[in-house]
């Protein structure tokens, strides 16, 4: 009995406190906080339980990637093909040059994450609706570009560089995108801290 007392003596001393945090956290953080929070839940289970079953948007962002890879490279080599990937079973796309692949473009390496996050900022964020729009309309191709560059380079260190191509593409590549994600969403909240440091 004096176990069960200590343990709800516990339990309510801490959901006393967590209490007491949350309310010390200022509003902006909180709504911010919440926000992340639940657009996180719900893009995991719609795509976990929807969308990734059936490879949407994946197989078309990945074979939409790849293309532009293909494109991108075929300034610098000749011969550069791609073969795209049209069913659930074959979560990839092949960059070939000379009918020799050289890269595989995997649906992890769409973008398709860095797109999501970008845009949940957006929301998470306090701005109005019409600078939303623009910075996704701005925002979202230049990802776009950015991952193609970075698949383009990946595969250009298959052909000369092979050495380096696990660090370029789990981290020094990683983090270029992410830095300038990073940038775009500074550039979004300048107006905000204008505007409340005026006020």
């Not at 343990?7 to 309510?12: K, R």
């Not at 639940?38 to 995991?44: P, T, Y």
């Not at 939409?64 to 011969?79: G, Q, R």
């Not at 964020?125 to 729009?133: E, I, L, N, V």
Request: proline share 4%; charged share 15%; glycine share 6%.
């Amino acid at each position: 009995m004096q176990s069960y007392e200590r343990v709800n003596s516990f339990l309510c001393y801490s959901l006393a406190d967590i209490k007491t945090l949350y309310n010390k956290v200022p509003p902006l953080v909180r709504s911010f906080l919440l926000k992340a929070a639940l657009i996180f839940i719900v893009w995991q289970l719609l795509y976990n339980f929807v969308l990734d079953p059936i490879r949407v948007p994946d197989r078309q962002l990945t074979n939409a990637t790849a293309y532009s890879t293909a494109k991108f490279m075929s300034a610098f080599y000749d011969n550069v093909g791609a073969v795209y990937t049209h069913n659930n079973a074959t979560a990839s796309a092949i960059i070939t040059i000379n009918g020799r692949g050289v890269l595989g473009i995997l649906d992890p390496c769409n973008g398709l994450d860095i797109y999501v996050l970008f845009i949940s900022f957006l929301f998470c964020f306090p701005g109005t609706a019409k600078r939303r729009g623009l910075f996704i309309l701005m925002g979202l191709p230049y990802i776009y570009i950015i991952n193609t560059i970075r698949c383009a380079l990946i595969g250009w260190l298959n052909i000369a560089h092979r050495g380096w191509v696990d660090i370029s593409h789990h981290y020094i590549f990683t983090a270029a995108v992410y830095l300038l994600v990073f940038y775009l969403w500074m550039e979004y909240t300048k107006t905000k801290r204008a505007t409340v440091h005026a006020g």
